[in-house]
């Protein structure tokens, strides 16, 4: 049966932790939600800050492709970023699935019909989400006092990002995207979700959904032995 | 540790069975991909040969919503069959998650990008897939003798489903989507893969998946327990 067997995923934080406790926090998530996944986590170096635009996610790319490499026989790897940086470039140059928290709650978002208001810590719509979306995402930029993930966690923080969720469901969203891993971080989808009676789509809950589907889907769980 | 506690989940079945494997069969597959579901599968009487145009939807759909009220207070809710029947209106009248294998196989195969093809019993695009992928769907018809689900058990089913998935990579498709939950009941999923290198979604995984997620939505593991 499926549930004794574990299956190994490579998660890679795009920011760089030195506590070992918010090194592992998505992984940790990630293993709850999916029990059949085992994740082993690691940073990239010299960006304490993360990837919270263009030229902080350019930067990180090539960071990312090499951290990759340093996973052992990984069944799958997720780059636990919702800007997916180097999902496409590991897609072309590793044979095993590629998830990024980006396209995978895109992808969840867009079952609940209609437009998305994004809440994230850039100005843009990442490109994972206009692929999903195209028009149909609501955009209102970054809540106030949010920059970067450090900033979710100070006072505020949280107000904010509910704040600005009240106002996309004003403008017309019919569901909230939280394009900022961050946003697991502080685990905040559900307050969200009672403020403002929207269903949230949180990127770490995404990802391992997702990771869970190109798990199931390459390893024959359907010939496998019964219980 | 949220993998002790079991979630209710009632799967419709929309065609006749009288043999309870046949009946259960998604239920069991859904529940070895998402260890923290517990199914039970209630089947709509009177149509053998289930879901396969848009008049049998329509005669579907009032008994799928009755089927629904005969689960005890459940988590969630799957109607198990690609054209999404009676979803719409479960969601309207049920509290609860309502998922659709057609809503949820359209989202997981949204992820890899371009156009998805389809390979169903129907002549026509369902809404899901539609709603979803807009013209970005392949639709070339049916396979060559399969007009239901139960042509696909028979000799040349796998065939001919496996011949359709090649036409629709030569026409662009970058994914195939099976749009009929028979062809989870048949496995096909990875034949179809190995024979033409391209993502296949299975919808029952796909419903699984999607109802995994809405209930660790509404379940807060976050604050659960810890192991």
Do not use: W
């Amino acid at each position: 049966m499926l549930i004794n067997k574990k299956y190994k995923v490579g998660i890679i934080r795009v920011a760089s932790f030195e506590d070992p406790k918010m090194l592992n926090l998505h992984g940790e998530l990630i293993e709850k939600y999916m029990p059949f996944i085992e994740t082993e986590s690691l940073c990239i170096e010299d960006q304490p800050e993360g990837v919270h635009d263009l030229v902080s996610k350019a930067v990180a790319v090539p960071k990312i492709l090499e951290t990759a490499k340093k996973f052992k026989s990984p069944d799958a790897i997720i780059v636990s970023c919702a800007d997916d940086p180097g999902v496409p470039e590991l897609m072309e140059i590793m044979d095993i699935p590629i998830i990024g928290a980006g396209s995978s709650a895109a992808a969840m978002a867009k079952r609940y019909g209609g437009s998305t208001g994004i809440i994230g810590i850039t100005d843009y719509v990442s490109e994972a989400f206009l692929k999903v979306f195209g028009d149909k995402v609501i955009n209102l930029g970054k809540p106030d006092g949010i920059n970067c993930t450090i900033d979710l966690m100070k006072k505020g923080g949280r107000e904010s990002v509910i704040k600005k969720a009240g106002e996309l469901k004003k403008a017309g969203a019919s569901s909230i995207s939280l394009t900022c891993t961050g946003m697991s971080t502080i685990g905040v989808a559900e307050e969200i979700e009672k403020a403002v009676g929207l269903p949230v789509v949180d990127p770490v809950l995404a990802e391992a959904v997702c990771a869970g589907f190109e798990i199931l889907r390459n390893n024959k769980v359907v010939n496998s032995e019964e219980k």
